[in-house]
T-cell receptor, first 111, second 110 residues
C-alpha cells in the first residue's frame, strides 16, 4: 500500500525556469512532510519540510506548498539550476511516527 | 561532514556469500532504519530499530537480519546472498526534525 505517491518519474526543465515536483498522499493522519534530494551514489539529503499547520514554506529558491484537502504537496524550484539535477523524494509522517517515502522524481535541468 | 557512515560504498560478491553492511552514526539517535531502493522505485523500509536490543522488520520482506547492540551501530547481514539482493541499501537515523541518511551501499550479487 503506497501511501505517498510521486506519479512523475522524471521531469526536464530549462535552466532558469521553474521546476514543479508533485506528491500525493493517502493517509489523512500525515502531519509532517519533507522533501529529500538524492544525487547518484549518495544518500538522500534533507531539503525542506512543512508541517500540516502551514500551507507554504519557503527557503531560498525552494518552496513547498501543501494542500491538505487535496492531500497534495508540491516543491517549486525557481530559478532552476543545472546543479539541481537529482532525484527528489517526498516523505510524510504521522505524529512523529516513521516516515513513508515516494518513489522519487528525477529532475534534469538543462543548461 | 557525514554523521552517519555506511561501508562499503560498493560491493560485488558471488552468490551464496555471507555479507554484512555496516552503518554507524555519531548523533546519538535512538531510531535507525535500513531502506532498500531499486532504480526508479520508492525507498522500501526493510528493518528498523528504536534503540539498543530493539529491532523490527519493515514493510518489505527481506531475507536480511539486523542487530542493535550499541546505539551508534546498526549492521545488516545477508547470510547467503542471491542475485535478487542486488540493490542499493540506505541506512538512516532520525530525530524529531527528520532523517539523516548515509551514502548508501550499492550491492551487486553475481
Amino acid at each position: 500500500d503506497q501511501q505517498v505517491k510521486q506519479n512523475s518519474p522524471s521531469l526536464s526543465v530549462q535552466e532558469g525556469r521553474i521546476s514543479i515536483l508533485n506528491c500525493d498522499y493517502t493517509n489523512s493522519m500525515f502531519d509532517y512532510f519533507l522533501w529529500y534530494k538524492k544525487y547518484p551514489a549518495e544518500g538522500p539529503t534533507f531539503l525542506i519540510s512543512i508541517s500540516s499547520i502551514k500551507d507554504k514554506n519557503e527557503d531560498g529558491r525552494f518552496t513547498v506548498f501543501l494542500n491538505k484537502s487535496a492531500k497534495h504537496l508540491s516543491l517549486h524550484i525557481v530559478p532552476s539550476q543545472p546543479g539541481d539535477s537529482a532525484v527528489y523524494f517526498c516523505a510524510a509522517s504521522a505524529q512523529n511516527n516513521d516516515m513513508r517515502f515516494g518513489a522519487g522524481t528525477r529532475l534534469t535541468v538543462k543548461p | 561532514e557525514a554523521d552517519i557512515y555506511q561501508t562499503p560504498r560498493y560491493l560485488v560478491i558471488g552468490t551464496g556469500k555471507k555479507i554484512t553492511l555496516e552503518c554507524s552514526q555519531t548523533m546519538g539517535h535512538d531510531k535507525m532504519y535500513w531502506y532498500q531502493q531499486d532504480p526508479g522505485m520508492e525507498l522500501h523500509l526493510i528493518h528498523y530499530s528504536y534503540g539498543v536490543n530493539s529491532t523490527e522488520k519493515g514493510d518489505l520482506s527481506s531475507e536480511s537480519t539486523v542487530s542493535r547492540i550499541r546505539t551508534e551501530h546498526f549492521p545488516l547481514t545477508l547470510e547467503s546472498a542471491r542475485p535478487s539482493h542486488t540493490s542499493q541499501y540506505l541506512c538512516a537515523s532520525r530525530d524529531v526534525s527528520g532523517y539523516t541518511f548515509g551514502s548508501g551501499t550499492r550491492l551487486t550479487v553475481v
